[in-house]
């Protein structure tokens, strides 16, 4: 007799398959995507079933036999399990690990998702005398098997227990299905905005019938909600369901309720700050709703009748996920879609330099929106000179002009807290983490220092622990400190901070937008969380301090970054009027990346920094991959990674060009008592790259863990250090 091995993914950082015996009566149930209970070392676990045949690499009489079915359709659909085979390939991951990300936590343990329930069915008509109540029982019998629960609404247990120990009925248990297969009928309730010219031709340039990537670049408040809009409504009058990736929704409630208002309740709605409860019942509806919106993990929903995948705010940072598996969601989503054959949008106003060089080198199709929807026009955009801890005189004129005129301000500063440090003036000593490489940010309201990378906290010194003096002086400029500043020099306006110290729970961050959005003349102070997607219909005018600190990054990303945050930021003043202005105030006014920024927009300056990027023979033209390690001590990560090199080295062919950076510490090479190291390793040929990593994960894995070593491998990052 012949017997059908099971090759079953386990999330566990061993890097292949393992082989499980299937009963012959369990056969029937499986297929790939199923997830059944079995047993793994001392423990039973959630194993997902890739495939059957009648092969195993080990003899027959070492393998264990599945314990357990425990769904009654596949987990994870076969596009989800191309998409997961794909990723572990790219990213250099374990398969079992890759498919784990795209289970929802709640079905992650070895528990059935399935309800069984107990039916009743008549075994043979014999003839009884039955009483009133045993004869309905048997009226509702006589057409097949009904459930318990139905009967009892009507008849007692009792009743069906007599007719059982009479040999009339027995009971059974049965799977209950849940899911419905067909996608719900969207009620449109907002009509659509008639397009402009540009619009209508992005939307007519998008074809629905094979896979193609669309950029669509449009300027801030171009209208590219709208074409995402209407563009679904092509895809769903197919009768095909839509996927729309976001940065962050708890940021955005306004882009949900526009998605609401044109398509009512047809929404799957996936995102992190969901409870696992929340998060399985949202990723069960994805079947049969329309629309399908959720942050980066979202890309992993099961969607039966994909039609079309947005990427909204393409360039955004938090696409890349930086722990575990380090993918990226945009890329997979492009992946993604080709796979099942559709067409994928990627919407920016600053896309990233990857996008934009794809245009020419793959085939991108380029949507431009070049002006904005509505009747307002750009806003003027000047450099002022000024010191990273003041606000120039110039500034405050502008910022008491505009409140005098009924509108409200805009300040953004990308730190939080009060000051970046607190410095003695007598001696230099300066607030230093002791567990990190970082500086100690000043806080107010409760006074205290605070390290924001291992959230070490303490109360500020009153004299300076070095020299013992007095002169102890904030350096710097955070939220709560311009909220200070901004507090005394308009002590008659309302001044909202948004930060995240003050919006850790979501009613307080709407709380301080409702305040926003009535619309009377104030003062807004915040972080990046203000440069996000919002609509301020009243903010015309927009203050940039301390922008200088992208110039001098040492990521060879940064300058892109900063060109990114200071065009989004901008890009919220005017969005209703003619004369919304932005002011960014400077230590280097006349720095030629922020004179190309500024006056010949992103779009121009984006395509100098690519003629860059190929001149130094930096990505997009050469593709990266770091090794990544940190432990309790410097030299183990050092150690390690001089190793991998060595055997990197020892395994390419000197004909191949690969080029080797490091043993390096990252820029904050400790953490929290840690040691964070990379190696980077760079190459023309993607697919060179790809084969080193591939025959070097061998290596690593037999690598000893030992003083806590751990290790990740980063295919194209987005950090750089
Ligand atoms: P983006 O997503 O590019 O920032 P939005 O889609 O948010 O731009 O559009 C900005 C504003 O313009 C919104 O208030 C939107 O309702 C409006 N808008 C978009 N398209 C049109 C149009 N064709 N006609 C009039 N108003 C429009
Ligand atoms: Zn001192
Ligand atoms: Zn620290």
């Known amino acids: 007799m012949t017997e059908t091995i099971a090759h079953i993914a386990i999330a566990s950082p061993v890097d292949r398959l393992f082989d499980y015996l299937v009963p012959p009566q369990m056969l029937e149930y499986l297929s790939p995507g199923i997830r059944v209970s079995v047993s793994f070392g001392h423990r039973t676990v959630c194993g997902i079933v890739v495939s059957l045949s009648q092969e195993s690499s080990l003899p027959l ?62 075994v043979k008509t014999i003839e009884i005398k039955a009483t009133k109540k045993q004869q309905w029982v048997l009226e509702q019998l006589k057409d097949g098997p009904v459930s318990e629960s139905a009967l009892t609404e009507s008849a007692s247990k009792a009743i069906l227990k007599r007719l059982e120990t009479l040999g ?51 300027i801030t408040g171009s209208g590219k909600t709208e074409v995402y809009l209407q563009s679904i409504a092509e895809v769903i009058k197919r009768g095909k369901q839509a996927l729309v990736l976001v940065p962050e929704i708890g940021l955005t409630p306004q882009t949900l309720k526009r998605f609401e208002q044109r398509f009512g309740q047809c929404i799957s709605l996936l995102h992190s700050q969901m409870t696992p409860n929340q998060r399985l019942q949202q990723w069960q509806t994805a079947k049969h709703n329309a629309i399908i919106i959720g942050t980066r993990s979202a890309i992993f929903t099961p969607i039966p009748k994909l039609g079309l995948i947005i990427v909204d705010e393409e360039h955004d940072a938090s696409y890349k996920q930086a722990e575990g598996i380090y993918y990226h969601a945009r890329d997979l989503a492009i992946i993604r879609a080709s ?34 929807a509505t009747a307002s026009s750009l806003p003027e955009t000047r450099i002022i000179e000024g010191q990273d801890h ?61 390290c924001h990378y291992c959230d070490y906290q303490q109360a500020p010194p009153s004299q300076c622990p070095q020299c013992h003096s007095h002169q102890l002086q904030p350096m710097g400029q955070g939220t709560q400190k311009s909220e200070l500043m901004l507090e005394s020099e308009f002590p008659h306006t309302p001044v909202i901070r948004i930060d995240r110290d003050n919006t850790r729970n979501k009613g307080q961050l709407d709380e301080a937008l409702n305040k926003v959005n009535q619309g009377e003349p104030c003062i807004l102070v915040g972080t990046q969380m203000l440069a996000k997607g919002h609509h301020f219909a009243k903010v015309n005018l927009v203050v940039i301090l301390g922008a200088d600190n992208g110039l001098f990054s040492t990521d060879f990303r940064g300058s892109e970054r900063m060109g990114q945050q200071l065009t989004q930021v901008a890009g919220r003043a005017g969005r209703e009027s003619h004369h919304g202005q932005v002011l960014i105030q400077s230590q280097f ?103 080193l990593l591939q025959q070097l994960r061998p290596f690593m894995n037999r690598y000893s863990r030992r003083q806590g070593l751990r290790w990740h491998i980063d295919v194209d990052p987005i950090e750089n250090s």
Not at 344 to 370: C, M, Q, R, W
């Open 61 to 122: 009489e070492k393998l264990a036999t599945i314990q357990g079915v425990l769904d009654t359709e596949p987990t994870i659909d076969s596009a989800i399990l191309n998409l997961c085979q794909w990723l572990a390939r790219y990213y250099q991951a374990p398969l079992g690990e890759a498919l784990m990300l795209a289970v929802p936590n709640k079905l992650r343990t070895p528990e059935p998702a399935y309800t069984e329930s107990t039916f009743w069915r008549i």
């Open 168 to 218: 009339v009925i027995e009971s059974f248990k049965q799977i209950t299905e849940t899911s419905s297969p067909n996608i719900k009928a969207v009620q449109v309730q907002a009509a659509p905005h008639p397009l402009n010219f540009a619009q209508s031709q992005a939307l007519e340039t998008i074809a629905y019938d094979g896979h193609r990537t669309y950029l669509l670049e449009g």
């Open 339 to 372: 796979q099942a054959n559709i067409p994928i949008i990627l919407g920016s106003a600053t896309p990233s330099l990857e996008s934009i060089f794809n245009l020419e080198h793959k085939d991108y199709v380029h949507l431009p929106l070049t002006e904005r």
């Open 390 to 450: 003041d606000i120039s005189p110039e500034i405050r004129q502008a910022i008491a002009g505009t409140l005098d005129n009924g509108y409200q301000v805009l300040v953004f500063i990308n730190r939080r807290g009060f000051a970046p440090t607190l410095l003695c003036t007598q001696c230099q000593w300066m607030s230093e983490c002791t567990r990190c490489d970082s500086r100690m940010t000043l806080h107010r309201n409760p006074p205290k220092l605070q």
């Open 589 to 691: 006014c006349d720095h030629p990346l922020l004179i190309e920024l500024t006056q010949q927009g992103y779009a121009s300056f984006a395509r100098k920094l690519l003629e860059a990027r190929r001149q130094s023979d930096m990505p997009p033209f050469t593709h990266i991959a770091m090794i990544r390690a940190d432990a309790k001590q410097a030299s183990i990560c050092e150690q390690f990674l001089r190793a991998v090199r060595a055997e990197a080295e020892s395994l390419m062919p000197a004909s191949v060009h690969m080029s080797y950076l490091g043993p390096m510490a990252q820029q904050m090479g400790r953490r929290n008592h840690r040691y964070f190291y990379y190696l980077q390793i760079k190459s023309h040929s993607r697919q060179q790259r790809q084969q």
